[in-house]
Each structure stands twice: as structure tokens, then as C-alpha cells.
């Protein structure tokens, strides 16, 4: 069955001329009806003298189409009316929308079902096997066979029941008073009100981005540090007017902006076998293998600590050559790290 989004919306078009009994469709109402229907569907509104975006010849495409075995093999008749012909199914009854499933789509629902089925587990998110049944149980696909798709996922992690509470919140532009323990203040616990704008996941960990009251800026907060929370429906709300978090993330590993610090291009040198894996899973999409006989890669990137823990996991197999504060930074936390696995080197270095 066809997967481009503007010929399902003709054939659905052209699926209820062909039903109409109380009308007759000749070519130029087809093109008419599925004109219509494409701008329906995108939010638009068709200007006066605007040009037909379907043709003829593409509607008569999308009947061949959807007479042939690979669409819906309809039965159509071709009625005459003086040089004219008009379109109609022969069994007012039949629609497209009564077909049963191809293998194809079975499959494909099939997929889509294990892809929800990865939520079914998690709390507050009862709904997604409400919706698995009603999928399977409608177009009778239910599948008796092992998963052969395994998504990570962090069942245990602390206040991930809050998850859909905070989606609504964003979505219905409310503000909380937020419980918060932050690690950076010794555990202590913080009441603050929050204007929430944005969820992200990262690293298998929810966050929620949003205005801070008592800091009087954007920062984000990890739905497993929130201890509780209520919503604050007589504070006036304030919308995000600052960042669009559609690019907010585009130069930086994971979720921390850091401030005061530009974006910088770093240069990397990889050992010979550890190469091709950080060319096929890159640290950032910025990435770019710059000397390949040399291993050498790049980034240019906003250096934050998601970033020096990417380094840092790829161990001796990963060097940063430049910039040198960067490549100090880096170098300083391995020394701390040598320091404490190794302190009989460190005493026997500072005493000789």
C-alpha cells in the first residue's frame, strides 16, 4: 500500500467521489475534491486563481493505481454523459476504508506495535496497552511471536511517574512549585516555582527545561531529583520567548548549556582499531574525520561535562589533541583519576 502521505490523502479523496451516489464526479470534480483535500489536510486555504496542484494525469495515476493488485483492485464504473464521463464505484458499499490489511502492512503495524510496546511497563503509561489491544484486536494482528526489538529504557528510574503530569503541565503552559533535591547544593531540598517549556530525554534520564523564579532563568531539572510537585494554576504563566529548543541542542553533547563558554573546534585522535567505531557512532553530529591514515576527527561543539564523559568512556583510545585548555581540562581529570588508583606512584613521584 502506498506511504506517501499526499496519495493516501487522494485516494481517500477519491474514495468518497467514488461512493457518492448523490453526485456525479466527472475528472475535473476529482481533481477538485483531492485539491481540496490536500489543503485541508496541510492547514491551508486555496487562494482565488491559485493554480491546481493535482493534475489530470495524476489522478488517473492514482485510479490505475488503486484498480490494480497492488492497491484495492476497485470495481469502477466509467458512466457517459454527452462527451463527459463520470466516475463511480459499482458497489455504492464498497470503500477502500473496508479492505482488509496486505501482508505488508501487517508487518508494518506489527513493527509499530513493538516500537509502543517499549512503554508498557512504565508507570503511568497504563493507556499505551489500552491502545495495543484496541490496534491488534482491530485489524487482528496480534502477534503470538518472541520481540525481536529491544529498546533501552530505565524502568526504576526515580520519577518517571511524574513523566506524563509534567508533559501535561508543559502542554497546558501551567506553572509548579516544584520540591527539587539538587545534588550541587549537598542534597538539599529546594521549593521552586517552575514555568515548564521542554522535555528531553538524555542518557536514559528525563529532564524538563523550563523558567526558574529564584534563579530568573531558563535551566532544566531531572525528573529523577523531583521529589514532588503541584501545580500553581493562580501564577500567571510566562511563555518561553528566549530559546527554541528545536536548535537549542545542536551544539552541545546531552543536556547542559554551560555558561560563558563558546562553541570550540576540537580536534581528536583515535587509536587505529578504535577508529572505525567512533566514525560509525559519532560523539556529535558535527563530527568529521579530518586525516583518516592519522585517525584524526573534529568536533565543533560547546565543551560541557556530557561531552568530557564521552571522551572520557573511549578510555586510551581517545586523545584530545586541541585546544590546549580543553586538552588540560581533560588531562587534568585523568590525573586525578591515576592519583586515586595509583597514590604509591604519586608519594614515590613527590618524594624522589
Not at 482565488?48 to 493534475?55: A, D, I, L, Q, R
Not at 473496508?98 to 513493538?114: D, G, Y
Not at 529548543?245 to 555558561?259: A, K, Q, R, S
Not at 587509536?271 to 583518516?292: C, L, W
Request: glycine share 4%; proline share 4%; aromatic share 12%.
Amino acid at each position: 500500500m502506498p506511504t506517501n502521505k499526499n496519495a493516501s490523502i487522494r485516494y481517500q479523496a477519491l474514495d468518497k467521489c467514488f461512493q457518492n451516489r448523490n453526485k456525479k464526479f466527472f475528472i475535473e470534480d476529482l481533481i477538485q475534491a483531492c485539491n481540496e483535500a490536500l489543503y485541508e489536510f496541510n492547514g491551508l486555504k486555496k487562494s482565488t486563481g491559485e493554480k491546481s496542484s493535482v493534475k489530470r494525469r495524476q489522478i488517473f495515476d492514482d485510479i490505475r493505481y488503486m484498480e490494480s493488485e497492488a492497491g484495492w483492485q476497485i470495481s469502477l464504473e466509467r458512466k457517459k454523459e454527452g462527451k463527459r464521463i463520470y466516475y463511480r464505484y459499482k458497489n455504492p458499499n464498497f470503500s477502500i476504508k473496508m479492505q482488509p490489511l496486505t501482508q505488508r502492512e501487517a508487518e508494518q503495524l506489527n513493527t509499530a506495535i513493538q516500537a509502543i510496546s517499549r512503554y508498557r511497563n512504565l508507570p503511568s503509561y497504563g493507556w499505551v496497552e489500552e491502545i495495543i489491544a484496541n490496534l491488534e484486536n482491530r485489524f487482528d494482528i496480534k502477534d503470538k511471536k518472541t520481540n525481536v526489538v529491544g529498546f533501552e529504557k530505565n524502568d526504576r528510574l526515580r520519577g518517571i511517574w511524574n513523566l506524563t503530569k509534567i508533559l501535561d503541565a508543559v502542554s497546558s503552559r501551567i506553572v509548579l512549585k516544584v520540591k527539587y533535591r539538587s545534588y550541587n547544593e549537598h542534597g538539599q531540598e529546594l521549593d521552586i516555582i517552575f514555568h515548564p517549556y521542554y522535555v528531553k530525554q538524555y542518557n536514559n534520564r528525563w529532564f524538563v527545561f523550563g523558567l526558574r523564579e529564584d534563579k530568573n532563568r531558563i535551566s532544566n531539572l531531572a525528573l529523577d531529583r523531583i521529589i514532588d510537585f503541584e501545580k500553581q494554576e493562580d501564577v500567571p504563566y510566562h511563555r518561553n520567548r528566549e530559546i527554541d529548543f528545536e536548535h537549542y541542542f545542536d551544539d552541545i553533547v546531552g543536556v547542559t548549556h554551560p555558561n560563558g563558554i563558546e562553541k570550540e573546534h576540537i580536534i581528536l585522535k583515535a587509536t587505529k582499531n578504535r577508529f572505525p567505531y567512533i566514525v560509525s557512532k559519532p560523539i556529535h553530529p558535527s563530527q568529521k574525520v579530518t586525516n583518516e591514515t592519522e585517525y584524526e576527527l573534529t568536533l565543533d561543539v560547546i565543551p560541557n561535562k556530557e561531552l568530557d564523559q564521552q571522551i572520557l568512556s573511549f578510555g586510551p583510545d581517545l586523545e584530545v589533541v586541541s585546544p590546549e585548555w580543553f586538552r588540560e581540562h581533560i588531562g587534568n581529570i585523568i590525573k586525578e583519576n591515576f592519583e586515586k588508583y595509583f597514590p604509591v606512584q604519586k608519594a614515590c613521584t613527590e618524594g624522589c
